[in-house]
Every structure is written in C-alpha cells, then in structure tokens.
Nanobody, 113 residues
Framework: QVQLVESGGGLVQTGGSLRLSCVAS??????MGWYRQAPGKQRELVAR???????NYGDSVKGRFTISRDNTINTVYLQMNSLKPEDTAVYYC?????????WGRGTQVTVSS
C-alpha cells in the first residue's frame, strides 16, 4: 500500500516558480510522477521518474519543469519555473508499485496573467 500526500501548490504570477512535493508513505514505488488536470480537460502527464532515475516530461513543460526524487525520505519533487497561465490545474502525484497505481488527492496550482 502507498499513500501519497502532495503539497506546495498555490497562486503565482506568470513567470514565477513553485516547487511541489509528494511524500509517499508505505513502500517505495518503482515509478512516481506528476499529472495535472485543468477544468474541462483530461488528466495529462507532466513528468515521471522511474526507479533508475530516468525521466519523462510532457511536451508543454520540457525545459521549464524538473522532476526529482529523494528515496531516503520517499519524496518526489516537481520544480516548476517560468510558469504560464496554461499551467493552471490540479496537480496529482502518482505512484506505481508492483503494477498497482496510487494517486494523491491533488494540489491546486494557479498562475495569474
């Protein structure tokens, strides 16, 4: 079992930065990532990091966002720079452990223009 708790969301102006954190309790997941969902849109991949620290990013965030993890404290981070209004969404942490998928409850990120 894995429980995920996100934090770090908030309101920021265009061009600003935020860092999201996701703490996982329970077992260390093999893959962890961040997804986001804006009103009226489907949930989409933002970034994910695998057990070997390989990473994948959604096209819209490449070069602006960085995902990292600290396995000693079971935490994954998402550093978001150069934020744009279109980054406004609820950001969800996702973990995969032995083929089972777990989601956090999400944290709101709002970027004002």
């Amino acid at each position: 079992q894995v429980q995920l708790v996100e934090s770090g969301g908030g309101l920021v102006q265009t061009g600003g930065s935020l860092r999201l954190s996701c703490v996982a309790s329970g077992s260390i997941a093999s893959s962890m990532g961040w997804y986001r969902q804006a009103p009226g849109k489907q949930r989409e991949l933002v970034a994910r990091i695998n057990s070997g620290d390989s990473t994948n990013y959604g096209d819209s965030v490449k070069g602006r966002f960085t995902i990292s993890r600290d396995n000693t404290i079971n935490t994954v981070y998402l550093q978001m720079n150069s934020l744009k209004p279109e980054d406004t969404a609820v950001y969800y942490c996702k973990a995969i452990l032995i083929g089972k998928v777990y989601w956090g409850r999400g944290t709101q990120v709002t970027v004002s223009s």
